[in-house]
């Protein structure tokens, strides 16, 4: 199969605005780096209260991970709850896991406040279960989820599947209504024109190449040299995710690069994707080297894993499409004889201890760390800083919690170590039961990045 790659959602969209064309302001109250959710979310929400923004993108808006993402708008955090729990106290995480519901509904909110045509609907996820072990430890998690969170999810016994999904491979479900499904490409973009339209300043093919505090006028202003000249700014809000470069050092030494992919196929006829998935869900199942997958409003079949552990490369990307196809029909043999017609390919921010951090870094406010929740997370956390800076009291649940740097070996640049840890998913995936997912025991005795499941999308 030799397919080239393409990013099926950016097909349909028309490209996000820039001001490009326009010199950088000398002087601006807030520098956003990085064009994605995270920055176009703060962006907006500053721009809405009068502050001037320019929100500064290496690329296109949109172009990281923001537009190549599976679309799903998930409630809940990478970790499940016990290990939370066990690491942050209850109290805590009660107020990480109504962010997380909060989350959801701040997308909502803003796309129905900026009109955004992006398909957006609370179709909600199903979690299937790759191992009789891993059902087992459903039934558990959702009572503590009820008890703690009180949040309801639904568990489906295997007999139940075929009413949710086309598949008799698993063992039983887990389905969340709260969750959601868009359109990230046309989300983004909509996100960019109403920051535009409130006042922001978007600038794309601006790469920021270093932000220094300036020493010698008292004001103790950011000084933020970019490809296109300098700008000095009284806030610096870093919101650069995955693609963090080392124009901001200190934070990309913090994050852990990761690849995941995408395939797309041929539209389907509109039983058989009925059949694929007849509640048209948000699916991933339970592995810890997972599969995401869902239907496009178009009825194309859009499934994804981390086929490779490398951010995305010509090499990676080829690769990828032959292993996800085998993997797609795995899951549905219907599709066997189907067409792929997309590959594509991004980065994921992690972080060593697998969880969203947001605060400052050397004076400059960033959030990083969503993994693969960020189409939620990235919008909630880029309104948060925006309200801080706008003096609002500090409620992110996540501010304080230790950032950990990452390790060598899994740093951005200098990724060689990340076969090893997919090597041992590949591991825990052969060999392990509920334990490392219900109650994440191994998680608090060995790596935490290694043992806790991180490398889910
Ligand atoms: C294949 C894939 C599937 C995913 N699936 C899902 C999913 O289904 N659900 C979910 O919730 N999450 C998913 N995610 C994760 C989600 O997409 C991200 O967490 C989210 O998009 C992060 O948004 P962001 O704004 O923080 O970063 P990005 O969207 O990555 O934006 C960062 C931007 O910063 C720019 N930048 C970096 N450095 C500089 C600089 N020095 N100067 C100027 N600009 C700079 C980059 O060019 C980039 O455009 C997925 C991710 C991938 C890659």
């Not at 002087?27 to 929400?45: H, M, N």
């Not at 409630?75 to 016990?82: C, E, I, N």
């Not at 509109?270 to 699916?283: F, G, K, Q, W, Y």
Request: aromatic share 10%.
């Amino acid at each position: 199969m030799i397919i080239k790659e393409k990013n099926y959602w950016l097909g349909t969209v028309a490209a996000p605005p820039a001001q490009s064309p326009r010199d950088l302001p000398d002087d601006i109250d807030v520098v956003v780096v990085g064009g994605g959710f995270c920055g176009l979310s703060a962006a907006r929400t500053l721009a809405k209260r009068g502050v001037k923004v320019a929100a500064l993108e290496a690329e296109t808006f949109g172009w990281g991970a923001s537009s190549r993402n599976g679309g799903m708008v998930l409630t809940g955090m990478k970790l499940p709850a016990p290990t939370l729990i066990k690491r942050h106290g209850c109290a805590a995480v009660r107020r990480m896991y109504a962010a997380s519901l909060e989350s959801i509904d701040c997308v909502e909110r803003i796309v129905r406040e900026e009109n955004i045509d992006c398909n957006f609907s609370r179709c909600g996820h199903l979690e299937v279960a790759c191992k009789q072990a891993h059902f087992d430890g459903y039934e558990e998690s959702a009572a503590l989820i009820k008890r703690e969170f009180n949040h309801e999810l639904h568990i489906i016994p295997k007999s139940g599947l075929r009413a949710e999904i086309g598949s008799d491979i698993y063992f039983g479900g887990m389905v969340d209504e709260t969750s959601a499904g868009l359109n990230p490409a046309r989300y983004v973009a909509g996100l960019a024109l109403a920051a535009q339209r409130d006042g922001a300043c978007l600038y794309d093919h601006t790469r920021v190449t270093s932000v220094d505090r300036e020493k010698n006028n008292g004001a103790g202003k950011f000084r933020v040299q970019t490809s296109r000249g300098v700008i000095t700014a009284r806030e610096v809000v870093l919101a650069s995710g995955a693609y963090t470069t080392e124009a901001t050092p200190a934070l990309r030494k913090k994050i852990i690069p990761i690849g995941s992919y995408i395939i797309a196929t041929e539209v389907l006829p509109s039983d058989l994707a009925r059949e694929l998935s007849p509640r048209n869900r948000m699916i991933y199942d339970s592995k810890h080297f997972l599969y995401y997958y869902r239907l496009t409003p178009d009825n194309r079949m859009l499934f994804g894993g981390r086929a490779a552990f490398f951010p995305e490369t010509e090499n990676t990307v080829r690769q990828s499409a032959e292993i996800l196809r085998r993997g797609m029909i795995g899951v549905y043999p219907q599709l066997h004889s189907v067409k792929v017609e997309f590959v594509w390919g991004g980065t994921l921010d992690f972080t060593l201890d697998v969880m969203p951090h947001a605060g400052k870094i050397e004076g400059m406010y960033f959030a990083a760390g969503f993994a693969g929740h960020g189409v939620a997370a990235a919008t909630w956390f880029g309104t948060k800083l925006a309200g801080l800076i706008c003096g609002e009291p500090n409620d992110i649940p996540f501010d304080g919690i230790k950032f950990p740097a990452a390790p060598l070996g899994l740093r951005s640049g200098n990724t060689w170590a990340l076969p090893l840890a997919g090597a041992w998913y590949r591991f825990l995936d052969f060999f392990t039961g509920p334990h490392f997912r219900a109650n994440g025991s191994l998680a608090t005795s060995a790596s935490t990045l290694i043992a806790s499941g991180a490398m889910m999308t």
